[in-house]
């Protein structure tokens, strides 16, 4: 997959986009390939619940929102999303940095 | 190694007082969250963390705590608790009522779920076999996935990491 979709929008200096509105489907494809995912079917339901969480409540879900709120399991997130989930999801689904400690 | 070895924190919880066991779980969820390699090490009265039969009944008893205000369990009125109080009959029970509470509804988990999360995440947890000698327990005291190693196996298996002694 071509990541030249990267160069056409701004991200902050830790990586998340810094304009909401340039978030597309095809943004987060590159922006996990970027990172090593491949993103299946899971990993969509996971940016889906992230970015209906973030447009309902104005902040990122924390990883243990996102595991009670999507019923996947603290393991499989931390497979699904290597080294830090909530921070990754939120890169890829084109939120901002969770706030959250827990 | 081929590649650059991942950043390694390693806690040692040596209280078993509910407000002396959060800092480690908080803080190893978060070095966790930001891809960080966790290990937790309990000894002496921290074992109580990882005990199954105390771990969800530690408790914060004001006697010693200096500097305690009720405004920080989250009561209106913010006042300081006199240590002479603390030890009134009751205290520990309301101080920590107040904590627990205070903490559930900033959705922190109960320390054996927490701890389960942790370990789900990645954490290795291991239990004192000095202490757990000591207290004359063994290895099922403790909740699962808990491994009994000496303060040696410790110190080898967290060279390079960075340690929180709490």
Redesign the interface.
Known sequence: MSTDILTTVAFDDQGYLQNPADWTPELAEALAAQEGIQLTEKHWQVIRFCRAKAAETGKSP????I?LGTGI???EL?QLF??????RVARIAGLKKPE??? | MSHEENRHMAFICSKGNLDMAYPAL?MG??A????VDVTIFFTFWGLDIIRKKYMDKLQLPPVGVAGMRTGMMGVPFDVGIPQIMGVLPGMTAVATALMRKKMAE????PVSEFLQ?LQ???ARLYACKMTVDMMGLTREDFMDGVEIVTAGDFIDMTEGAQIVFI
């Not at chain 2, 900033?106 to 988990?109: A, K, S």
């Open positions: 924390t990883l243990r929102q595991s399991p603290t393991k931390f290597p080294k830090g989930p909530a921070k959250g400690c827990i | 908080i969820w978060a966790l969250g930001n891809g900033l959705e922190v988990p999360m789900d995440a990645g």
